[in-house]
């Protein structure tokens, strides 16, 4: 029961061009989405996040755009750079009662930025 | 400030081994929450602790255990380890008990063999 899904295992920008990254859910109870990068031999690295009660949120070079009734989010990047390329992971949160800090995880796009 | 640390980096252990594994969170952050990762997969939830309670459990099964000390550290017990269990485990620290931006360690790269 994949409820996080990304189903580009892998994508490859130019570096300056725009990088979109895509991920879909199946759990309308889900009420934050975050966005984490993952570099080799470290642990995923917090980038940005969204309330389900917005559809965008900008910080810097990163946007995460949120589409509910898809059930579909993206993370542009622009403008990439090689320092970019790495591994990018859609996470999500639930709400209600009960509540706890648990993520549930895509898993993963790779994405590479050529210079 | 010092992000969240592990220990060991790295661990090979025999199967039916028991593993202990440690975390300290970043200062100030009362929660500990335990991933796994499989390799090509996304982290998968283990255990959240807060202020030394559990808040929550994954689905894995009773061999993994857990606990939150007064300082707030975490240790993850796995007892009679299985090959499966190879992963590299993640502990991630947040401010509260509801905290969605968690904030990761390194990892502790576990090899059952």
């Known amino acids: 029961d994949q409820q996080v899904k990304q189903n580009s295992p892998s994508l490859s920008v130019q570096e300056g061009r725009i990088s979109i990254l895509n991920c879909d859910y199946t759990?309308?109870?889900?009420?934050?989405f975050l966005w984490y990068k993952k570099y080799p031999a470290e642990g995923p690295t917090f980038l940005i996040s969204?309330?389900?009660?917005?559809d965008k949120n900008e910080d810097g070079r990163f946007t995460v755009f949120l589409n509910k009734s898809a059930k579909h989010l993206s993370l542009h990047i622009v403008p990439s750079q090689p320092g970019d390329s790495a591994v990018y992971f859609c996470?999500?949160?639930?709400?209600?009662?009960?509540?706890?800090?648990?993520?549930?995880f895509g898993q993963g796009t790779t994405l590479q930025v050529k210079p | 400030d010092a992000g969240v640390t592990q220990s060991p980096t790295h661990l090979i252990k025999t199967r039916g081994q028991h593993v202990t594994l440690r975390c300290s969170p970043i200062?100030?952050?009362?929660?500990v929450s335990w991933y796994q990762q499989v390799l090509g997969q996304g982290p998968q939830f283990i255990f959240q602790?807060?202020?030394?309670?559990?808040?929550g459990r994954g689905n894995f099964p009773d061999r993994f255990s857990a606990r939150q000390f007064p300082n707030y550290s975490s240790e993850l017990n796995v007892n009679a380890l299985l090959l499966g269990d190879s992963a590299l485990y993640l502990c991630?620290?947040?401010?509260?008990?509801?905290?969605?931006?968690?904030?990761f360690g390194p990892g502790t790269r576990l090899t059952v063999t």
């Open positions: 602790y807060y202020e030394k309670e559990e808040r």
């Open positions: 969204i309330s389900s009660i917005k």
């Open positions: 996470a999500a949160r639930t709400s209600g009662s009960g509540n706890t800090g648990k993520l549930i």
């Open positions: 200062s100030g952050h009362k929660s």
């Open positions: 991630a620290s947040g401010q509260g008990p509801f905290s969605y931006e968690q904030y």
């Open positions: 759990n309308s109870m889900f009420d934050y």
